[in-house]
């Protein structure tokens, strides 16, 4: 057989193949966009960033906003330094340190706090693990019942922040108090006085001036959350404050001024007229965790709240012997970026090299994932990037109508279709496919020129 007719068979199967790959590569970027959910845009909720929005939150709920102080905030970072260089997760026991381990500089936040100048060792600590930025680490840490009310508490008024990494690290003190124990005390000759308060532990400081200080008698409650909006869910607090759930709504909480002797009858959460009935209420009595004083109370919607939505909450007591209500109303966030809320095996359409967030809505309160897989197609870019409690990030870039299909370790699967190209993505009449159908129609050309030499 001549060796250009051998050339011209092997080129015909050859764009056969190529011409077959390339129709399914087409059939495969082929969709009905009406087939595939839309995203919902962010609402912007604040300008503040860092401790300039956590004063915010503080103000909004008649709390005096945070001093800044160098110590607590040199002691701050030196745990942040402490927890990122050595590896340190949230549940292994964070807020303390271990003298056998690089960066050390005090077993807990008072002795950190001391070793980094500060006067008194009467100081509260937060930290988070796996954020983004201050606002998100905020936003977490309000949302988690105990750490909230150390960021929302009566005896604290100014702070360090630091962060290394993704860790982002709160010390909180009182300014008055350590002036106080800088200046050595002010206890006279007699009357009652505490001590251990102070960086020198001798150091007297009268028991009356310590609660006045500590236990102001403004405002007469805290309530959050109130007028700044606030996540629409909560989960993942160590210590857990409700280990037979993974995930509920952000709680609504009341913390009454401890001077009060104040005894709650009802609290309850509203979605319009409609009382949320399935709850769980977290005060002193039931707090499995003892860190409830008798004037903190929390309730739990199960179901997580609806992003961008307002909600209602009542809260009824009896003081004095005189029965009132206090009702408030309350706004959730949303995500980030554009987004979308799921349950599984739903199609969503997504721009090319855009950011989006994807929340899974849990259908019990342990419905959550940690773990996740995902396909693309051939030349498709993904970053696929788990950024909170249900919720994952993506950036996709490729060309139209390329695909993502996600699995969760809770069993929902979901696609994501891009509904533009990349910039620099490369496209031949606007038709959809890469460059197999261009290598394609290159053999087929090369098949006609072959076949016409052979006629002549």
């Known amino acids: 057989m001549p060796k250009l007719v051998q050339n011209y068979k092997f080129l015909t199967i050859f764009a056969l193949v190529l011409i077959i790959a390339g129709a399914d590569l087409y059939k495969n970027h082929s969709f009905d966009e009406s087939e595939l959910l839309s995203p919902k845009e962010p609402k912007i909720t604040t300008i503040f960033e860092g401790l300039d929005y956590l004063n915010e939150i503080r103000s909004s709920v008649g709390l005096t906003k945070f001093k800044e102080s160098q110590n607590l905030k040199i002691s701050a970072q030196n745990h942040a330094n402490y927890l990122d260089k050595n590896s340190i997760k949230a549940e292994d026991n964070a807020h303390g340190e271990s003298q056998a381990l690089p960066h050390f500089t005090g077993q807990n936040p008072a002795e950190r706090a001391v070793f980094a100048g500060y006067n008194s060792s009467f100081v509260s600590e937060n930290l988070s693990h796996n954020q983004i930025n201050f606002n998100s680490s905020i936003d977490s840490l309000m949302s988690a019942i105990y750490h909230r009310f150390g960021f929302l508490n009566y005896a604290s008024d100014e702070i360090g922040v630091a962060q290394s990494g993704k860790i982002y690290v709160y010390n909180m003190g009182n300014h008055e108090l350590n002036l106080l124990c800088k200046s050595g005390g002010d206890f006279g000759k007699s009357g009652y006085y505490v001590t251990g308060i102070c960086s020198d532990k001798s150091t007297k400081i009268k028991e009356q001036t310590f609660k006045n200080l500590t236990l102001p008698n403004e405002p007469k409650f805290l309530l959050y959350p109130s007028k700044l909006p606030a996540l629409a869910y909560f989960g993942g607090e160590i210590p857990d404050p409700l280990p037979a759930c993974k995930i509920t709504a952000n709680p609504v909480s009341v913390w009454a001024n401890d001077n009060l002797s104040l005894k709650m009858m009802d609290f309850k959460i509203f979605d319009g007229a409609n009382e949320i009935k399935d709850t769980i209420l977290l005060d002193k009595n039931s707090d499995i965790n003892a860190k ?64 989006y967030d994807v929340f899974i809505k849990p259908k019990h309160c342990n419905d959550t994932f940690s773990r996740y897989t995902y396909t693309t197609s051939p030349l498709l870019k993904a970053k696929v990037e788990y950024v909170g409690l249900n919720t994952i990030r993506l950036f996709i870039s490729g060309f139209k109508g390329d695909k993502v299909d996600i699995s969760l370790d809770n069993g929902v699967k979901f696609s994501v279709v891009l509904t533009t190209s990349s910039k620099d993505s490369f496209n031949i009449l606007g038709l959809k496919p890469s460059f197999v159908i261009l290598t394609a129609l290159l053999a087929i050309l090369a098949v006609i020129l072959i076949f016409s030499l052979i006629k002549k």
């Open 292 to 355: 409830f004083s008798q004037n903190q109370f929390a309730l739990f919607a199960k179901n997580v709240f609806e992003f961008d939505k307002t909600y209602r909450a009542k809260f009824s007591y009896i003081l004095n012997g005189k029965s009132s209500d206090l009702e408030w109303e309350f706004h959730t966030k949303t995500p980030e970026f554009s987004y979308f809320v799921l349950s599984g095996d739903e199609k969503i359409g997504v721009k090319s090299e855009h950011f």
